[in-house]
Each structure stands twice: as C-alpha cells, then as structure tokens.
C-alpha cells in the first residue's frame, strides 16, 4: 500500500520560510505526477504546485516566485516557501498520482502569523 507522510509545517512569522517534506513508501519517480495542496479554514482544498515524473513543474499564481517544488532521487519530495504572508496558513496535502491510483497524505499545519 502506498503511503505518503508529510512534515515541516509550524508557526512562523510573516517574511518567514518553511520547507515541507513528503516521504512516500515507494519511490517518487514511481508517480505520473506529485503534488502540493493547502486547505485554509473555511475555503476549499487547491493545488499548490506539481512536479511531473518528467520533470515539468506548476504552480497557483498565489505562490510563483516564492515557493519552489522539488524532489530527490528517492523517496521524497519538496515544498520549499518563502516570504510567507497570513494567506499562506493552511493545512498542506501532498498527493501522488499513478494511473488511476491517487495517494494523499495526512497533511501538516503551516500557521504564518506574528
């Protein structure tokens, strides 16, 4: 059964950074595609940012230019943020695709506030 566990999140204060981890069961380029998502209070999960196994990366409008997607060469992928505003605080979700397979993981806190 593949598993996706995530870490990193906290309190951190505005202009802060984070960086949020996701170790899978199995190995990352085993995924079509991987993924952060956030969910804030009161609004609707959205993505974040993608990394196909190919490599190409996505991300929201909201976070270009301060957040960056990346992954190792095994097991892990990557959530990189900086300068974080208030409208940053969420659960963070990763997500794996394979086929029709589609693994999440059970999210981490990420509080931006002074």
């Known amino acids: 059964q593949v598993r996706l566990v995530e870490s990193g999140g906290g309190l951190v204060q505005p202009g802060g950074s984070l960086r949020l981890s996701c170790a899978a069961s199995?190995?990352?380029?085993?995924?079509?595609?991987t993924a952060w998502y956030r969910q804030a209070p009161g609004r609707e999960r959205e993505l974040v940012a993608s990394?196909?196994?190919?490599?190409?990366t996505n991300y929201a409008d909201s976070v270009k230019g301060r957040f960056s997607i990346s992954r190792d060469l095994g097991k892990n992928m990557f959530l990189q943020m900086n300068s974080l505003t208030p409208e940053d605080t969420a659960v963070y979700y990763c997500?794996?695709?394979?086929?029709?397979?589609?693994?999440w993981g059970q999210g981490t806190p990420v509080t931006v506030s002074s």
């Open positions: 997500k794996a695709v394979r086929g029709t397979l589609e693994v």
């Open positions: 199995t190995s990352i380029f085993s995924f079509t595609a």
């Open positions: 990394i196909t196994a190919g490599g190409s």
